[in-house]
């Protein structure tokens, strides 16, 4: 059947299910009579092009669209996926006039708003919103630095979501159906002052400082699902109790303002009562004072799944019985390990420990190990479960001429000269985590490749900067039973080839002293970050079959070569 005998309504359906926006422009081109129809041209939008993103900030995909769009033929579609926001800025020239009349004060139709940004706050603005944009359903107001009124913000009566970012002081008044509250305030109020269980609709809340004070039972909605706090003090034991259908709580504590009585040296947060909790994180920024001891006992109830620990003082009671528990990140915390578990995270051990042993009574679900975090460089891993197919380490630098990076790093010497399979036959999917110092390093590929059942490599360049860390994903197919020939994909730019291995000669003496066991010559995976640009780099094979790391622009970045050859 030809797509023009489909009806509009099935062909929107198939448009709205299209990822890639290139792909949504070639089925318009391809199709004229598609391209050329009024309806469906009017309800197609681009993906990932909104104004405002969920965290309420101008969306960096869209300013760069906006200010550089010269498909002038698709404008309509591009205006089409912006059409249902409106932004309040202090400076909007950037933006072509096409633009400003879609998303800010001079648009002519205002009916059919959702979404709403306000980063430069004046009580005539919110009057606007309350005469003229009655359909708002998320509002986001940020950085105004003044006492912002919603006291009337009733008069939205579709309004779900509201976040209220980096002001002065907020006044709320009452909504019956707002469903997700966010809050950063500069100045310090109490729970009491706030007066949320006027919310009864609330099911997500969330405070982004601490700036609550003297939290307690009663006065928390008992509708929330959600609940994100910053806090100065650990709360009472009650707090939480009523909260009956909370599935998520994170709770972030901070040190105290100078002047308040500090923490408690024992702590309880009781969460016993809560029948449908599922996750729970705590994390403890408080910086305490030396030659004491603290502790912060954390009562969890049995239906907890997921379970954050990112403190030196908090653990959970041998007692807590934890059924249902599948994720455990822990930060130096005491805290069994049930026998559901699926997922593990270490975050920190102590600095004296130099030797991991997982217990012989491993949990027999446990299928990812996470260790990225941990710093140590003494630390190596032993006895690894057998069933883990995940296994996340960062790895120890060694070598004088260039930083070698190698999985022996991690292991003991026992595992690395006694067995030719130095991870567990389950293990498929391996990361490894670089701390880098020197813009020049190595890695080791063809231990991985060797030894190892890895099929999935990753490698994280942790450089110790502020920028996103580069990952480099590589697919590992070993073509044969021996490994002569193996093929090495990079996953992002689908480049690599096949790598043909060289054999390690021995003499007839050694091979009867040893098991038959095939070796090859070392593989290395070379970097040199001081020539990458913006540009996207890939992969390809130099001499001996060993891989090269290059930049888009051509030039050779980093090769793999016992003899470390270079080319420029």
Known sequence: MSLLRLSNLLLLHIISQIDDNIDTICLLLTCKQLYRNGSVRRSTTFKGIEAITDKGQISKQFQATATRFKLNTFKDILENSISDQYVILEEFNDYPQWIQQRITKYRADTSNITTFLMTYYVPSSLQILYNDVPSIETLFINNTHIVVDLGS?????????????????????????????????????TLYDLGLTRFVSLTDLSFKNQFVSSMGPGLLPISLTSLTLKLNKTPPRDTFHSLKSLVKLKITLEN??????????????????????????????????????????????????????????????????????????????????????????????????????????????????????????????????????????????????????????????????????????????????????????????????????????????????????????FSIQRLDKDNNNVLVLEK?????????????????????????????????????????????????????GNLCVKSATGTIIGCMDTQHYSIK
């Open 153 to 189: 913000i009733s008069l939205l009566p579709r309004l779900e979501r509201l976040s209220v970012h980096s002001v002065k002081e907020v006044k709320l008044g009452q909504h019956t159906t707002l469903k997700s509250m966010k809050l950063k305030v500069d100045t310090r109020c």
């Open 256 to 473: 105290v303002p100078k002047g308040e009585v500090e923490e408690e040296q024992q702590a309880i947060i009781d969460l016993e009562h809560l029948p449908n909790l599922e996750t729970f994180k705590l994390t403890d920024n408080k910086s305490y004072k030396k030659g004491k001891k603290y502790s912060i006992e954390m009562i969890v109830p049995p239906s907890i799944k997921i379970l954050t620990i990112w403190s030196d003082w908090a653990q959970v009671p041998s007692q807590c019985v934890m059924p249902l528990l599948e994720t455990i990140d822990v930060y130096k915390a005491s805290v069994s390990l049930p026998r559901g578990l699926e997922k593990l995270t270490y975050w920190s051990l102590d600095p004296s420990c130099h030797l991991m042993t997982f217990p012989s009574n491993y949990p027999p679900n446990l299928e990812t190990i996470d260790l990225l975090d941990i710093e140590s460089n003494e630390l190596v891993i032993d006895n690894i479960p057998p069933p883990v197919t995940n296994l996340s380490i960062p790895l120890k630098r060694s070598g004088k001429l260039w930083s070698d990076y190698s999985i022996t790093s991690k292991l003991t010497k026992a595992i690395v000269s006694q067995q030719q399979q130095w991870l567990p036959l389950n293990t498929t999917h391996l990361t490894c985590k670089l701390w880098v110092v020197s813009p020049k390093f190595v890695f080791r590929l063809d231990e991985v490749i060797n030894h190892t059942n890895v099929r999935d490599l990753s490698i994280i360049i942790d450089d110790f900067s502020h920028v996103p860390f580069p990952t480099y994903q």
């Open 492 to 544: 992002l730019t689908m480049t690599g080839g096949i790598i043909t291995q060289r054999r390690i000669s021995k003499n007839q003496q050694q091979q009867q002293q040893q098991d038959q066991q095939t070796q090859y010559h070392p593989i290395y995976l070379h970097f040199d970050l001081g020539v990458v640009t913006t540009t996207t780099s890939y992969i390809e094979f130099g001499l001996d």
